[in-house]
């Protein structure tokens, strides 16, 4: 019967979304002035400029042009989870919370069961008819944003076009034409480890290889078809700890580490002080967002070549890695219950322009005539000084200050919209170097909006806490050396055994079929 209300359900919005749309107009129109209390986590580069958002002249315009008045609340950074939790014990909640799923345990799905969040469905055709119009575009986009009992809980970030990806290999070109190595066939890690030689051979007091953990895993180890969390290889749900990718990825950074490519700090040092380092010439090869890698690099002189994404060989066919468009891309925005009800039409109307074409450019490029302007040129705009040249900040950090970086919206490719990549040529065509790579997909990535029961959730995430700790920890031994990759691996997937994964595993299958099912 469920099933059944669930496809009258689906039928009914499949109609609608046919029909003609509301239309919202902005400022929107109300009795009397309306005032919202919105929660969220600064962004890193913002957060060296303003305290508080509404000190920055782009949420100032925003509220304008919205006809909303805003208190922006925002946690300590790099303390957003501790915030998080004093902000939900506090005396007053905020009306709107940006985000809520990275740090509410369960989601949106547990928030609403914890009668924390509304359902938004009921106002979404009439007040947020530009969202409703996206998110009802065909079934497989529909069931990225419609749970299991048909309900929209939040307004998530929008994205149908392919952004190419920011992290990438970078190494010296200078050297690699010392050694008569080109880049762009830096396509294997057994290519890689040849320029790794030559840098230590050759380059005494440099650090071959240096990246953060995470970086390391994340990028490096989608050569080998792992993926950090739970993926799906032809519909059947895995995790990545206990696989022969990822032994044989470890098997490799031991290699690595134990022929003095990588440093003895791997897994301790942070992204900031690497590429501090690769600037000053005592690191050979990193793994970086190229826009960064580009602004140290004019900034210290140190050249940079981009490398294509290595895999452990040449015909390896890779499933994991973000190489097609998510078009739920998460960021979850969410309406507390401590919002008027009565508001919830004016709300949504108010979340609703981000997703309309002037919206989206102006969440994800910044208000015309501030953060740029238009021109005849091709592309149709530019940055202004502000953005640019700013006296006091470099692009880097305005990147992330003459924009909306978090809030939900429609979605636009930084090749379209960044200030970093987009203030000359180069830095774009840097960005769009090898962002084609045949062979490379994500069919075995997991949908962002696949959901747990609280009950789930809460069971998997017992279970996992003990698993990721245990992971992290021998993951670093097998890596420097400290536990023996060969000897101990069984003890380690008969350790993650003990720990009931293969119960995550089955709890995250049924989620994913009932998914499927929507």
Same mark, same amino acid.
């Given at each position: 019967m469920k099933k059944l209300i669930a496809l009258l359900m689906a039928l009914c919005l499949l109609l609608s979304a046919g029909a003609a749309l509301a239309d919202v107009t902005y400022p929107i129109k109300t009795d009397k002035p309306v005032k919202l209390k919105v929660w969220m986590e600064m962004n890193a580069g913002a957060s060296q400029v303003f305290t508080n958002y509404m000190e920055n002249p782009v949420y100032q315009r925003f509220s304008e042009v919205t006809g909303i008045e805003l208190e922006m609340m925002h946690p300590t950074y790099g303390a957003a989870g501790e915030g998080f939790g004093m902000m939900l014990a506090g005396s007053e909640l905020p009306d709107i919370i940006v985000d809520l799923e990275k740090f509410y345990n369960g989601g949106a799905v547990a928030a609403y069961d914890d009668e924390l969040i509304y359902d938004l469905t009921p106002y979404l055709e009439e007040n947020a008819p530009d969202y409703y119009k996206l998110i009802n575009v065909n079934d497989d986009v529909r069931r990225q944003f419609y749970n299991e009992d048909g309900k929209v809980l939040g307004f998530y970030y929008y994205e149908d076009e392919y952004d190419s990806l920011a992290?990438?290999?970078?190494?010296? !070109?200078?050297?690699?034409?010392?050694?008569?190595?080109?880049?762009?066939? #830096?396509?294997?890690?057994?290519?890689?480890?040849? $320029?790794?030689?030559?840098?230590?051979?050759?380059? !005494?007091?440099?650090? !071959?290889?240096?990246?953060?953990k995470d970086k390391t895993f994340t990028t490096l180890g989608a050569g080998y078809n792992v993926y950090q969390g739970f993926y799906q290889e032809d519909g059947t749900v895995k995790y990545y700890a206990d696989s022969q990718e990822w032994h044989d990825f470890l098997a490799r950074m031991h290699s690595w580490y134990k022929k003095g490519y990588m440093g003895t700090d791997f897994g301790t040092i942070g992204n900031a002080q690497i590429r501090k380092l690769y600037s000053a010439g005592t690191v050979g090869c990193l793994v970086v967002p190229i826009g960064n890698a580009y602004s140290d690099s004019k900034a210290s002189? /140190? !050249? #940079?070549?981009?490398?294509?994404?290595?895999? =452990?060989?040449? %015909?390896?066919?890779?499933?994991?890695?973000?190489?097609?468009?998510?078009?739920?891309?998460?960021?979850? /925005?969410?309406?507390?219950?401590?919002?008027?009800?009565?508001?919830?039409?004016?709300?949504?109307?108010?979340?609703? $322009?981000?997703?309309? %074409?002037?919206?989206?450019?102006?969440?994800?490029?910044?208000?015309?005539?501030?953060?740029?302007?238009?021109?005849?040129?091709?592309?149709?705009?530019?940055?202004?000084?502000?953005? #640019?040249?700013?006296?006091? =900040?470099?692009?880097?950090?305005?990147?992330?200050?003459?924009?909306?970086? =978090?809030?939900?919206?429609?979605?636009?490719?930084?090749?379209?919209c960044s200030p970093n990549l987009l203030r000359d040529e180069t830095a774009v065509a840097l960005r769009l170097q090898y962002a084609d790579r045949e062979n490379w997909d994500n069919a075995w990535l997991m949908p962002t909006s696949v959901t747990l029961t609280t009950d789930e959730n809460n069971e998997r995430l017992k279970i996992m806490s003990n698993v990721d700790t245990y992971v992290s920890e021998m993951s670093l031994k097998f890596i420097r050396g400290e536990a023996d990759l060969e000897t101990g691996w069984d003890a380690y997937v008969q350790q993650l055994a003990a720990y009931k994964l293969s119960r995550a595993v089955e709890i995250t299958q049924g989620a994913y079929d009932r998914y499927l099912s929507r």
């Open positions: 992290d990438c290999l970078v190494v010296r !070109p200078d050297w690699c034409e010392e050694f008569g190595i080109d880049p762009a066939q #830096i396509t294997t890690f057994d290519k890689l480890e040849e $320029y790794l030689q030559k840098v230590k051979d050759t380059k !005494p007091g440099v650090t !071959p290889f240096l990246t953060s002189g /140190t !050249p #940079i070549a981009k490398t294509p994404f290595q895999s =452990y060989s040449e %015909d390896a066919k890779i499933h994991v890695y973000n190489l097609g468009v998510n078009v739920n891309n998460g960021y979850c /925005t969410v309406v507390t219950t401590a919002c008027d009800e009565k508001l919830l039409p004016i709300v949504c109307q108010f979340l609703n $322009y981000t997703y309309t %074409d002037e919206g989206s450019v102006f969440a994800n490029r910044g208000p015309e005539g501030l953060s740029w302007v238009a021109t005849d040129d091709q592309g149709g705009f530019k940055f202004t000084d502000w953005v #640019i040249h700013n006296e006091l =900040y470099e692009t880097s950090i305005m990147h992330n200050v003459c924009r909306m970086t =978090y809030w939900p919206c429609k979605r636009i490719p930084d090749t379209q």
